[in-house]
């Protein structure tokens, strides 16, 4: 066991934490929530991590996007990603995609991960992942966030829970109206994180068919089955 790793034990096992770094894991949107995930799943030890976004960092980004910087305003997110990967971890295996996912390039994209997280800011996008991630037999991490609140949930193949939260809706969702704090993408982005890893190492309550609702403002969270 490296010493990088001692704090991870007991959370979980040596067997877990050696089991995570041979996990690939991929990351779409390298934005609020994408941010917060990579240096997360990096530092714990998670071993291959592709990350995804064709967008670049703008002045808005600034006040919540864990890797934005004056100097970077203008440059890939993606590359900004992988770029920090490598200085947290440089035994992980990263791979950067400056590129916007879709039907273009999905399967080689996710193909060969073993979970994908969806840090989409856009509902058109993120249904077309869970289309996509059904097809090709991979669990994804939802997650999403406007103002105070957030909203996570995990989805196998088969189970359309997006299908139930954003029932008739295709365009952006609320966060244009309540803004993005950069709290709140972290709260949230540190709930997927967690359902990554309990989806690697095959242990803990996933919240499958299940939305976790978070408010931040109230100091409330809500758990409701689909």
């Avoid at 010493?3 to 779409?28: G, H, Q, T, W």
């Avoid at 406007?146 to 949930?153: D, F, L, P, R």
């Avoid at 993408?185 to 242990?203: D, G, H």
Wanted: net charge negative.
């Amino acid at each position: 066991m490296k010493e990088r790793y001692i704090r991870n034990i007991e959370a979980i096992s040596e067997e877990e934490n050696a089991a995570l770094f041979d996990k690939k894991v991929c990351i779409i949107g390298c934005g609020g929530l994408g941010g917060y995930i990579t240096e997360i799943l990096a530092r714990i030890g998670v071993g291959n991590l592709i990350v995804v976004d064709g967008d670049v960092f703008e002045e808005s980004n600034l006040n919540r996007q864990l890797y934005s910087k004056i100097d970077l305003l203008g440059k890939s997110k993606a590359e900004a990603s992988y770029k920090r990967i490598l200085e947290i971890n440089p035994e992980v295996k990263a791979k950067y995609i400056y590129d916007f996912f879709d039907e273009s390039n999905y399967s080689e994209i996710i193909n060969d991960s073993d979970v994908v997280v969806d840090a989409l800011d856009n509902i058109k996008t993120k249904k077309f992942l869970q289309k996509v991630c059904e097809e090709l037999g991979k669990p994804f991490v939802h997650g999403a966030i406007a103002g105070w609140y957030g909203q996570v949930a995990t989805v196998f193949p088969g189970d359309r829970t997006l299908d139930k939260i954003y029932k008739g809706k295709e365009e952006k969702g609320v966060e244009k109206i309540l803004g993005n704090l950069p709290f709140t993408a972290s709260y949230t982005a540190s709930q997927q994180s967690a359902e990554v890893i309990k989806l690697l190492i095959k242990r803990g309550d996933l919240l499958r068919k299940k939305v976790l609702f978070m408010d931040l403002l109230n100091n409330e969270s809500e758990i409701i089955n689909l």
